[in-house]
């Protein structure tokens, strides 16, 4: 019986993965304009990190990790979300303490949640985030929202919607949270047995919940944003005016309240709102999570970021009907004909290589027609043709194959000419 591949997760052949490597180009190209550095950190980790930092009455930790016991009994996980693990490196390598602060790092690679699979929601996924830590200034937390917003927008996207929200500090959710209680206690009992669960623990929580969505009392639940301190509401006015300032339209949704426990203050979701995406629209989600670094054992830091997969986008780009790679096509063929001239291909398909020139050669001992076939399929601009006659005369056929044009040029000398034929 053949082996098939896991359950949410997807193998990404040639002709589809140069979408995700200009993807990836241009986050990388972006992070250095903005001046964010990159990060790798394990793809596994210490349960409790995750238990402790994503929160322990999130879905993510309460149904979707991928742990694991080791040989030695230690209780690790693969790595669910990036912030923890970035943050968990921050404390441990002491980089509170650098010259250069706020410290701006990014990450690009797999995570890893026993989810439901369907469109858009895999169990191995790819994220690409960024985290600003070490200050409280909201214009950066305006600048975490640009360069996501930006990302999108080079790689052609348009039909683009960002969401914002305020969590407030924790005086303001501490109010919100006394208020949400009192909303719910009264009928928790019609509600499901995880927002029952989550009523005294995480009250918020229970607005998040997909299975209660429509019950009439999620409607009139208290909004955050009633409860924000004279604090909490100018951080959160100012980062509004910084948006307008930087162009990027959004709209305030009081009801979001993203599904992992470390929020403060600014939130936000960046959703494609083209036609026929799906049912799950959202691309990004981030957030400032001052305390963060604390719940882990560090000085208090202030943080904030985003995370990305390299999925959605795609999927959002197909759903917008943006073609990104376009197979450009090799450089040179070497077509032999005698086996001297198979062997002698073998040195120059070498120095083609080394002068910087994409090239391949036959490996299946075709026959002449059938390699120039093989230089279709590769769409070569340039099909070097050497029998054993020509190369007894140091001599090389290479023909244009946009113009036909062809021209017979010195082996000695092939690299330089076939380099004065690019022009
Ligand atoms: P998150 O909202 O859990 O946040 O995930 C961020 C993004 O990862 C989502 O918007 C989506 O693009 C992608 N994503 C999540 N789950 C899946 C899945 N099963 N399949 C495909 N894509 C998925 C975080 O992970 C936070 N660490 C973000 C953050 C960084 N907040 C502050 N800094």
Redesign the pocket.
Known sequence: MSISIPR?TQDILPGEVEKWQLIEAKARELCEKYQYKEIRTPIFEHTDLFSRGVGDSTD?VQKEMYTFEDRGKRSLTLR?????AVVRSFVEKKMFGLANQPVKLYYMGP?F?Y?RPQA????Q?V?F???ALGSNDPAIDAEVISLAMNLYKEMGLKKLKLIINSLGDKESRSAHRDALVNHFKPRIGEFCHDCQNRLEKNPLRILDCKQDREHELMLTAPSILEFLNDFSKEYFEKLQKYLTQLDIPFEVDANLV???D??NHTAF??MSNAEGFGAIT????????NGLAEEIGGPETP???????I???IAALDAEGIELASNEGIDCYLAALGEEAKDYTVGLLQQLRRAGFSAERDYLDRKIKAQFKAADRLKAKFVAVLGDEELKNNKINVKNMATGEQVEIDLATFIKQFQELQD
Do not use: D, H, K, N
Not at 120 to 123: L, S
Not at 303 to 309: D, P, V
């Open positions: 949410g993510i669910p979300e990036g912030t923890a995570m949640r989810e858009g929601r895999f169990r996924f994220q985030g960024i985290e993203r599904g992992l470390y929020y979701e960046i959202t691309l990004c989600g981030g957030g400032r999570y943080g904030i970021g985003f995370a990305l997969s999925e959605r986008f």
